[in-house]
C-alpha cells in the first residue's frame, strides 16, 4: 500500500492475485490500474485485473514514477500507475519478488532475480542483486562479498529493504536463514546472519 506523499487521499495499493488498484479520494472508490502489465496464466493475458504484483516502489524523486515486480514481469510506470512499461531488459530474468526503491536518488531501485515460478533459484545458481540508475532503463549485477559457490535460495518481496544512510545501506535475507548487508549502496556486501529461519521481512532502523 502507497499513499501518493502530497497529494491527499490519492492511495496505489498493490495485490498478489489482483494487480493494482487506486484511490483518488481516501478509498471511498477504487479503480483497477494494470495497463500494460501482462497476466500470461490467464486466458486473456492484458486483463483490466486479475495480475499477480508482487511488489511496488515508489521514487524518491518523483511520485508519479512507480516500480513493480510482477509474477513474471518488472514494470515501470510514469503516470502514478495509470499504464506501465516493462523494463526487464537486461534482466536475467522477470521473475522475483522485491523491488527497493533508493530513498532519495530519482531512478535507483534495487531487484532479486529468480529464474521462474516453477524455478525459484536464482539464475545461473548465482546469487546477485541488480542495480539500476537510470529507472530500469539498463541493469548492473552487483556480486562483490556474496557468495561464489551455486547459491539456491530465494528472497522474499519483504526481505530486501534500504536504509536512509549516506551512502545507502542495502540488507536482504533469504529462504536459507541468511541475511546480507551493504554499506554502500550494493557495490559491496557481507553477510550479518546466518542459520535463522526462513527470513520473511528485513527492516533497517537506527537504535
Not at 479520494?25 to 492484458?46: E, M, Q, R, V
Not at 530474468?93 to 524455478?119: C, Q
Not at 556474496?146 to 518481496?157: D, G, I, K, N
Request: glycine fraction near 10%; aromatic fraction near 10%.
Amino acid at each position: 500500500m502507497l499513499p501518493h506523499p502530497s497529494a491527499s487521499g490519492q492511495v496505489l495499493v498493490a495485490m498478489s492475485t489482483g494487480g493494482v488498484y487506486r484511490t483518488g479520494d481516501g478509498g471511498a472508490t477504487w479503480a483497477p490500474s494494470n495497463t500494460g502489465i501482462k497476466a500470461y496464466f490467464l486466458p486473456d493475458p492484458w486483463p483490466e485485473y486479475g495480475q499477480c504484483v508482487h511488489k511496488v516502489a515508489r521514487d524518491a524523486g518523483d511520485p508519479e514514477r512507480l516500480y513493480a515486480q510482477n509474477h513474471h514481469g518488472v514494470y515501470r510506470s510514469d503516470d502514478g500507475g495509470a499504464s506501465w512499461t516493462s523494463i526487464a531488459e537486461g534482466l536475467p530474468s522477470d521473475f522475483g519478488f522485491p523491488m527497493v526503491a533508493h530513498p532519495r536518488r530519482s531512478g535507483v531501485i534495487w531487484n532479486y532475480p529468480l529464474t521462474a515460478d516453477e524455478r525459484r533459484f536464482p539464475p545461473e545458481d548465482k546469487c546477485r542483486v541488480f542495480r539500476s540508475v537510470d529507472a530500469g532503463a539498463t541493469w548492473e549485477a552487483l556480486t562483490e562479498g556474496l557468495p561464489t559457490e551455486p547459491f539456491y535460495p530465494s528472497v522474499l518481496r519483504d526481505a530486501m529493504c534500504a536504509d536512509d544512510a549516506d551512502p545507502v545501506g542495502v540488507y536482504f535475507g533469504t529462504r536459507s536463514g541468511e541475511v546480507y548487508a551493504s554499506r554502500d549502496e550494493g557495490d559491496s556486501w557481507m553477510p550479518v546472519a546466518a542459520h535463522l529461519p526462513d527470513v520473511l521481512c528485513v527492516r533497517a532502523a537506527e537504535v
